[in-house]
């Protein structure tokens, strides 16, 4: 794996990080050792002048190890956190124009957490430990080399042992466990996220007893799984220091067997002490590391989803106003088994024309918005700006001219005025406030306050205000063909009635392609089209299909009757 693509630019830290981290430890390899020199020899009472470098050498250790320990937090946390956050970017580039994921968003919710952070556990708890670890070992044995080669012989089998076959058979019955402990995550994510957002169904159906009872389960093996990684991890830490004593103790027998003296001896076996200090945490780093790879493995699963609409390599340069939208014959089929939802669809939108879609339930409406905004790909016809073909355009030069409001409009946690510069990031108090005149929305702002927090999913507004805020989003990102996709969707009567009425308002004089199921008010649109099973069946102005057969008229004559009665 190349580490410094997930820290881009980064390098040079890395490597300061890296360095600081091994001089910590051998600045506490140091102190130890002469420590030990020094108590030894002092026990024998000679000069002072003949203790007066080891005492030099031990202020300067002690000094020198916070220093470079401080170095190395700051040089290697700072790698991480741009790792981390280099992760998180790279994810929310892969998942905007990715296509169907087939995963619950709880699930994409963890691997946001749970397997961007293990990026950053990758740098800070297994490769900088590992490094330090593997320059402290080098040093020890050069020094038990020099003092001892039988002693350095024996200090390097504990190592070796301490250092590399605990962390992998650490890191082995971990790939076993991560199998299962990423997906047991998962499953409490979602079981946690259906209780909250799903409470008051579960209430008036009397369902959140088996709910509860279902994520209870779903804790249960995740602890379970748990559990035994802990205790795998308790076990590998007893071992390496079952070995680090051993592996001293036979290093003072070897030393007392060549007779090397008292002075050497202490220096030996204290060196060989504290030279597991940072070879112990391995077997930690050997597990965190399974679980680490498993998680990029993840990461790189979402990555690799292609996205649900090719970009061309070369984009061609987008078309200057005013815009033509011309679609031809458009064919597009979200699965080849099924028929397509749009089947040779063909309109013109020409600079300042409104046309309105109509048609029942999965007549492809939305699906033709989707190929518009380049959401959906299409698979024979074209549509085209100004003679352009959008499959020659990059997604986002599309979206940037023929846009707007969406069916379901998400309303973020913050506040009011920045749920609105969602739309316009740079737009000032003026334009904000512009744009909510235009969507009626004056009032409710003035009443609730700009800086006043949303809650997510819209359940702080009603949905005739969730609605009007989406189209001040809308007028506010001011595309040149406004889309707007059953913005009266839900409401009840009175209220779809005023929003519609003011829509059609704001929309007056400039393109806009309204995708609608209520009828009223549509007398004010140029054109009506109406979508049945994806095919245009009928096409005209509003007085002239009330009059003639097809579904309009019935539709038109459905309204009436109801309204009447109210």
Known sequence: MNV???????????????AAGAAAELAAVGLIGAAAWLITRAAQQPSLAALSVAIVAVRAFATTRGLFRYGERLA???????????????????LVPAGPLGRRGADLLSRMVDDTDAVQDLLVRCLLPAAAAAVTAAAAIAVGAFLLPAAALVLLAGLLVAGVVLPAC????????STRLAPARAELAAGVADLVHGAADLAAYGATERALEAAARADARLAALERRQTRANAAALALGTLVQGLTVAAIVLVAQAAGIGQVATAVL???ALVSFEP???????????????AALRRLREIRATPPAVPGPATPAAPPEGPLTVRVDDLVVRHDPALPPALDGVSL????????????????????????????ADIESGSIRLNDVDVRDLAPDD???????????????????RDNLRLAGPDAGQEELADAVRRARLETWVERTGWDTTLGEDGRTVSGGQLQRLALARALLHDPEILLLDE???????????????DLLDATRGRTTLLVTHRLRGLEQVDEIIVLESGRVTQRGHHDTLTTTPGYYHDLWTSETLTAGTR
């Open 76 to 94: 290697g946390h700072e790698v991480a956190l741009r790792a981390q956050a280099s992760a998180r970017e790279r994810l929310y580039e892969a």
């Open 487 to 501: 913005p009266a969707e839900s409401l009840d009567e009175p209220t779809a009635d005023a929003l519609m009425a």
């Open 4 to 18: 410094l693509r997930l820290a881009p630019g980064m390098g040079r830290r890395l490597l300061v990080a890296v």
């Open 398 to 416: 599309v979206r940037a001219r023929m846009t707007g409001l969406t069916q379901d409009p998400y309303v973020f946690r913050a506040s009011l």
């Open 170 to 177: 650490t890191a082995a019955a971990a790939r076993r466990r």
């Open 279 to 293: 070879v112990l945490p391995l077997a930690a780093a050997g597990e965190r590391l399974a679980g680490v790879m």
């Open 348 to 375: 013109t939108l020409p600079p300042g024309r409104r046309v309105a879609v109509v048609g029942p339930s999965g007549a492809g409406k939305s699906t033709l918005l989707s190929a518009l905004m380049r959401t």
């Open 269 to 271: 076996a204290l060196t």
